[in-house]
Nanobody
Framework: QVQLVESGGGLVQPGGSLRLSCVAS????????MGWYRQAPGKQRELVAA???????NYTDSVKGRFTISRNTLKNTGYLQMNSLKLEDTAVYYC?????????WGQGTQVTVSS
């Protein structure tokens, strides 16, 4: 069983930046697709950004141009750089790694954007 551990969340003012990290307990990111999801109170979990094993990326429209997904396979770590944060970015952010039927989730990290 692979464990994913997120970190980097916190409280930030609108317009600020945060970088989330997702550390895997095994060397999976070279073959797994990785994604960052978020869930705000009362809302469904949504895909924010994803990166394939071939380094193709995609983003939900609301974060395009502000968020960047990346990963370092040598460090078994994925990242989500979040810039120009908005109030509506407030949510719990989850890291996900998928390969075939293997589907792993982290415990989530809270991001709160507030003035």
């Amino acid at each position: 069983q692979v464990q994913l551990v997120e970190s980097g969340g916190g409280l930030v003012q609108p317009g600020g930046s945060l970088r989330l990290s997702c550390v895997a307990s095994a060397s999976i990111f070279s073959i797994f697709h990785m994604g960052w999801y978020r869930q705000a109170p009362g809302k469904q979990r949504e895909l924010v950004a994803a990166i394939t094993s071939g380094e193709r990326t995609n983003y939900t429209d609301s974060v395009k141009g502000r968020f960047t997904i990346s990963r370092n396979t040598l460090k078994n770590t994925g990242y989500l750089q979040m810039n120009s944060l908005k109030l509506e970015d407030t949510a719990v952010y989850y890291c996900n790694a998928v390969f075939g039927k293997l589907d792993y989730w982290g415990q989530g990290t809270q991001v709160t954007v507030s003035s």
